[in-house]
Structures are given as C-alpha cells and as structure tokens.
C-alpha cells in the first residue's frame, strides 16, 4: 500500500524558514516523481514543486521560485522541501504526491493527508 | 503562464449527469486528469490522460478533452458524488491546476 506521510509543518514567523518532509512507502521511490501540493485555507489546489525520479529535473512555481528548494533521498526514501524567507501567503496545508511516472509532466496517483504550515507575526 | 478555468460551481439533481468543464489555450493537445476532493479530505485521482480511470474509481466517472476543453462526466450521480473537482494539466514543466469546481447534488 502506497503511503505518504508529510510532517514539519508548524507556526513560523514572515521571513523565516521551515522544512517540510515527506515520508514514502509502498512503491519503489526512485523510480517516481514527487511533487508538492499546497491548499490555501478555503482555497484550490496549487503546483508547488516537483522533482524528476532521478532529481535531474526539478521545476518550481513562480511564487516559490528563488525561496523555495525541493530535493529527495532515495536512501530514506524521503522528499523534502526546504521553505525560506516565508510570507504570509505562503499559509497553506502542503501535500506531498507521488507522480504517475518518473518525469514530472505526469499526474499524481497518490496524495498525502498534509502538513499544516502558518505564516504569522 | 498557462490557465486552466473551471465553473466555481456545478449542480446536479441525483440520479442525473454532471458535466464539469475545464478551458484551456490547446487543452486538447495535453492530457487532462481531474481530482476529487471531499471536504476535510486529500485529493483522489478520478481520471488521468483523458479519458483514464484508476482502479476503485466507479464507472459513473468519465472523461474528454478536445479542443480547447476537457470535460469530466459524472452518469447517474449519486449523493456521495457531492465534492470540489479539479482539472490538471501541465505546460512546458509546469504542472497547473484549473481553479475548482463545486459539485452539489440537490
């Protein structure tokens, strides 16, 4: 059974940093792509980030570009996204998918629950 | 950047069809998927390259995409079908998201 388990997520302050984790099980993580998710409270989803099965390709929306880092460890079998200098619009619960295939342009067969992320003074 | 743009809100009386609609710049010449999204819940994969349905996704739930527009189809709609619906597609190496649509059944 495929599972994704986000975690890291929390309250943190404009201008700071957070790093979100993602835990895969069930499949062969290197062979996949891996994408994060975001949901603004009562809002749509929103492409993040994703990331190639062998990291070669990694992509970022513009809204997170240049702030944001995405990366994987097929030793843990984790993937991981690095937040810095946070915004108040970056508020949002984070899902970590698993793509269909090894590249990113690919939809995503499995969702994580979340991981909550609050950006506040 | 590219855009994909849904009706905010679709309604469907039980037992009848639903048609959620997903408009884009050569839609037709990517694949679509769409999502399904219960309140409280995280998103399910419905349908993928067009016209796909994962395994457990109930036959009702149908897809196409020609043109300009991709549409999701939802036969014999039942109460439990009551959720936000997303399209999805990807440009270049974006992967973009149409805005929702609320599917009631009343």
């Known amino acids: 059974e495929v599972q994704l388990v986000e975690s890291g997520g929390g309250l943190v302050q404009p201008g700071r940093s957070l790093r979100l984790s993602c835990a895969a099980s069930?499949?062969?993580?290197?062979?996949?792509?891996m994408h994060w998710v975001r949901q603004a409270p009562g809002k749509g989803l929103e492409w993040v980030s994703g990331i190639s099965w062998n990291s070669g390709t990694i992509d970022y929306a513009d809204s997170v570009k240049g702030r944001f880092t995405i990366s994987r460890d097929s030793a843990q079998n984790s993937l991981y996204l690095q937040m810095n200098s946070l915004r108040a619009e970056d508020t949002a619960l984070y899902y970590c998918a698993k793509g269909f295939g090894g590249e990113l342009l690919s939809h995503c067969d499995y969702w994580g629950q979340g991981t909550l992320v609050s950006v506040s003074s | 950047s590219y855009e994909l743009t849904q009706p905010p809100s679709v309604s469907v009386s039980p037992g009848q069809t639903a048609s959620i609609t997903c408009s884009g710049d050569?839609?037709?010449?990517?694949?679509a998927c769409w999502y399904q999204q219960k309140p409280g819940q995280s998103p399910v994969l419905v349908i993928y390259q067009d016209t796909k349905r994962p395994s457990g996704i109930p036959e009702r739930f149908s897809g196409s995409n020609s043109g300009n527009t991709a549409t999701l189809t939802i036969s014999g709609t039942q109460a439990m079908d009551e959720a936000d619906y997303y399209c999805?597609?990807?440009?270049?190496?974006?992967?973009?998201f149409g805005g929702g649509t609320k599917l009631t059944v009343l």
């Open positions: 050569k839609l037709g010449n990517k694949y």
């Open positions: 069930g499949f062969t993580f290197d062979d996949y792509a």
């Open positions: 999805q597609a990807w440009d270049s190496s974006i992967v973009v």
